[in-house]
């Protein structure tokens, strides 16, 4: 086969482009701080478990990689390998024998997801938009904001992999519909498999987009008849990889995977808001634990996403190109509702997306939008080539100086591949299993050991409650099996300290022997005869595992045959056409002087565009305070986003949270927002890990940032609100301690009731600049319900009281409902300038008593001195006391 003639006659050697060297360069840009910085060490026990694993599961067991590992979950074992995409840890451990350590090849598979997100991009939008603006595209995506969450931060690199290879999954099925080609066709079938291969979560959410392009596809070149070979290849590329995907499926019944869909997991506790999108990229202050990074797409992509959306209007485009800029519009603007709270009844209702946990997940399509348009924003320069040249390279290093706050970021810990440090790490970070909600533990298990089976220093406990004369030891052990000898006095029922999940077996003395699950807690239960047993434990296939293997290889043999009975594409007349070698040279060289700049002069010699707080103060923190919750914790700022909010809304506080040394135990935090003398809550937020980190990893070199959005019930009173914050133990809920932040917070209605909803206004002038609008009343039984609708035009200076009384006709209190305006919820002196404030007061009548007026006026409890008040005219009340008529 013709290698050169398989593929389409734009990547021939005769006519390459020279802006791919560009491509890959902005790949190694973001990839250039890796180099430096060591990783989040969230891989750091499942890299280490594939690496002594992987040969000789699939050696001596017959399964793909290792499924289990009998280290996880404090030496209980785990089966999130069963769950969890393969793809990034057998890269990495592929590349660890030839690289010098495990740390160095998990940066070579990582490299090679930075030049996907470069190359791929470019390669698919070049043909669309032509090659000016797929640079633009190009960097677009993979200077995208969230680019440094994931790979800087967080550590989520399955995700990261997989969102490298949506580009070239377009790319590889547009060009199958265009022209087929062998190598075209293994790509499409290699690309769309790695990816679901990858991060099951990510092809899922990627899914319904994919489906609409490829709807275009076969409509857009209907006489080619594509739809065939588009079907035909994504059909070998989900059998290759029903491997993962048919037994994860398949046993997710066996596990607690729907935890991940209600409690702290439920996808809406994780919604993003609309602010977050235009939020700003700041720069991430040293000091803090873990800097919090804003869910934007950046606020130059954005622009320019805008310009390229404004191309749909210019005339002299191709179909093809404009209907892909509909598909950026769509994919943009469609994933970013989906992370919306209003997208809510979408999670719920489509299958399985409920279980993606974090809207967030889905952003890698909508950045793959945005990206797309910011490319077409080139057609509005494409006509003046030098002006193009200066607008390309203006708006491409003007997206990765966009992101220069996070490429500079901190050492993280170096990867430490010890099964010691794994066990440290889960108990550490409350990660048994390296999952947080241990969504993927048997549901045989009911309640969790207490105790660890696997010590510090890596002694194992053999049984769980030995009975009476029976011993056993721990003889050998590796991912996938464990080696036990056992002493019985007598025939004995004993119970392994190790979970049951369905592909262990047995041999006791070499003969097969059954196992079962003990009930409640789940572990491997045997009966084992007197004397002394040799007992081996081995974690193999099952029959749902064996048949997606089988799949598997069905779906690589039919790609292999599919592309060998495809025929070669016709040869292609020799192209003549101008290589932009120049312009490529220019911004290569830009580039390039940008990256020694960055590594050789801002980096080791400035500050710029990094933030390094004093020890005790958060200089990000809006407001600097020192507020003592405890004798170790303390606030030492803290923001909230505004003054007033509305009945429904959300509040946003940000806490900065210091201590003086680790805590002893785990507390979680709370923001409440209270009124009245007696601090009734009203509304309140609750985090279990503050900034997402057990208090007992906290340190005194480092700040913890708390973002909590306290929901506002839409039937909290419209007052002014006290914020208190504080932390409470998990386990019991006892309190550690409380402070109030020096700031009153004012609840507005919902929709502010207007002056038309006063039976009669009164329109009287008090002191103190309060105003009395008018009032309503309503009687029934005795009772006179009346309504006050205050306005003060300044802050009131004093805390006041209402007095109410009703009159008999001859001038004589029958009855007074005397007290602090809104049952004390809403004192004067808190009062918004501005705000219509309804107070009610009950006038409780003694029988028989029909009231002809009420008098109402304002006074001060202290001196039990009234206010002035006036009528409209000026003219005074007498007694300063405002006259109303019941019932008028």
């Not at 989520?156 to 547009?174: D, E, N, T």
């Not at 690309?191 to 409509?219: D, E, K, Q, R, W």
């Not at 800029?325 to 979408?346: D, K, N, Q, R, T």
């Not at 708006?395 to 990765?400: H, Q, T």
Request: hydrophobic fraction near 50%; charged fraction near 15%.
């Amino acid at each position: 086969m013709n290698i050169r003639r398989s593929f389409p006659r734009r990547l021939s050697a005769a006519s390459f482009d020279p802006f791919i060297v560009v491509a890959v360069l902005m790949g190694l840009l973001l990839f250039a701080p890796l180099v430096r910085a060591g990783l989040p060490q969230a891989p750091d026990g499942i890299l280490h478990f594939y690496r002594t694993a992987l040969w000789r599961w699939a050696w001596d067991d017959g399964v793909l990689w290792p499924r289990w590992h009998t280290l996880m979950f404090q030496g209980y074992g785990y089966p999130v390998l069963s769950f969890n995409g393969p793809l990034p840890y057998v890269v990495a451990v592929l590349l660890s024998y030839v690289t010098p350590s495990l740390e160095m090849a998990y940066k070579g598979m990582l490299l090679m997801a930075c030049l996907g997100y470069s190359a791929g991009m470019y390669l698919w939008t070049r043909d669309i938009i032509g090659p000016w603006g797929a640079l633009i595209a190009a960097a677009a995506y993979t200077f995208a904001p969230f680019r440094y969450r994931e790979l800087y931060f967080l550590g989520g690199y399955c995700q990261f992999l997989a969102w490298s290879l949506y580009p070239w999954v377009l790319f590889f099925f547009r060009r199958l519909a265009e022209r087929r080609s062998r190598g075209i066709f293994l790509g499409a079938v290699a690309s769309l498999a790695g990816l679901a291969l990858s991060h099951n979560i990510s092809v899922m959410l990627f899914a319904p987009f994919f489906g609409v392009y490829l709807l275009g596809l076969m409509v857009g070149y209907w006489q080619r008849r594509p739809w065939g070979w588009l079907i035909g290849a994504i059909a070998c590329a989900l059998t290759i990889a029903a491997m993962l995907l048919l037994p994860a499926f398949g046993e997710m019944s066996l596990t607690y995977a729907d935890a991940s869909t209600h409690g702290y997991w439920d996808i809406s506790n994780h919604m993003l808001r609309l602010a977050d999108f235009f939020a700003p990229s700041v720069p991430l202050d040293d000091r803090a634990a873990l800097s919090p990074l804003p869910f934007n797409f950046g606020r130059w992509s954005l622009i320019l996403a805008a310009l390229g959306g404004l191309t749909l209007v210019l005339a002299r485009q191709s179909v093809a190109r404009r209907l892909h800029i509909a598909l950026g519009l769509f994919m943009m603007v469609g994933a970013g509702f989906m992370m919306l709270p209003a997208s809510l009844p979408v999670w719920r209702g489509v299958p399985f997306f409920n279980f993606s946990e974090y809207a967030f997940r889905i952003f890698g399509c909508a950045s793959l939008g945005s990206a797309l348009l910011a490319g077409a924003a080139a057609a509005w320069v494409a006509r003046w080539p030098r002006v193009r040249l200066v607008g390309v390279a203006a708006a491409v290093i003007g997206l990765i100086m966009a992101v220069a706050v996070y490429q500079t970021p901190r050492p993280f810990v170096p990867i430490t591949p010890t099964p010691a440090h794994f066990l440290s790490y889960e108990i550490t970070y409350r990660a048994l299993g390296t999952t947080g909600g241990a969504e993927f533990l048997s549901r045989a298990v009911t309640v969790k050991p207490t105790k660890p089976a696997v010590a510090a220093d890596l002694s194992r406990t053999a049984l769980i409650d030995a009975p009476a004369g029976v011993s056993a030891q721990v003889v050998s052990e590796d991912a996938g099996s464990l080696r036990f000898v056992i002493t019985a006095a007598a025939p004995s029922t004993v119970t392994l300290a190790h979970f049951y999940f369905p592909g262990w077996r047995a041999w006791l003395d070499n003969a097969p022997i059954a196992l079962r699950s003990t009930e409640k807690t789940g572990l491997i239960q045997l009966d084992v005869p007197a004397g002394q047993h040799d007992l081996l434990l081995k974690y193999g296939d099952t029959p749902i595992r064996v048949a997606a293997g089988w799949i598997s290889l069905v779906g690589l043999l039919a790609a292999a045959v599919f592309a060998w009975k495809m025929r070669p594409p016709r040869a292609l007349p020799a192209v003549t056409e101008r290589g932009h070698w120049q312009e490529a040279a220019v911004l290569t060289t830009l580039l390039a002087a940008l990256a020694l700049l960055m590594a050789f002069w801002i980096g080791p010699h400035t500050s710029w565009f990094r933030l390094t707080s004093p020890p005790g103060q958060a200089l990000p923190a809006r407001n600097q305070a020192h507020l003592p919750v405890s004798e170790k914790a303390a606030i030492i700022g803290y923001d909230i986003d505004q003054a007033t909010v509305r009945q429904g809304d959300e509040l946003h506080v940000r806490l900065y949270w210091q201590t003086s040394g680790p805590l002893d135990d785990d507390y979680a935090s709370f923001v409440k927002l209270s009124a009245g003398s007696q601090a009734q809550v009203f509304a309140q937020s609750d985090h279990v890990h503050p900034g997402e980190l057990p208090t007992t990893t906290w340190t005194d070199e480092q700040y913890v940032v708390d973002d909590h959005f306290v929901r506002i019930p839409a039937d909290a009173p419209a007052v002014a609100m006290k914020i208190t914050a504080g932390l409470y133990r998990g386990s019991d809920l006892a309190l550690l301690g409380s402070v109030y932040l020096p700031v009153t917070e004012h609840v507005l209605a919902r929709h502010a009731p207007s002056a038309t909803s006063m039976s009669r206004t009164s329109a009287s002038l008090i002191g103190d600049g309060i105003e009395l609008l008018g009032h309503r009343t309503e009687a029934e039984q005795g009772v006179i319900r009346l309504t006050l609708f205050w306005q003060a035009h300044k802050a009131p200076t004093a805390d006041y009281h209402v007095f109410v009384h009703a009159l008999a006709p001859d001038g004589r209190i029958v009855a007074q409902a005397d007290g602090p305006p809104v049952d004390g919820l809403y004192l004067t002196s808190d009062w918004l300038p501005g705000q219509l404030i309804l107070d009610t007061h009950e006038i409780r009548l003694p029988a028989g008593v029909n009231p002809a007026s009420v008098q109402i006026g304002l006074y001060d409890l202290s001196t039990l001195l009234r206010l002035p008040a006036r009528q409209p005219d000026g003219a005074a009340w007498p007694d300063d006391a405002v006259v109303i008529q019941v019932g008028s």
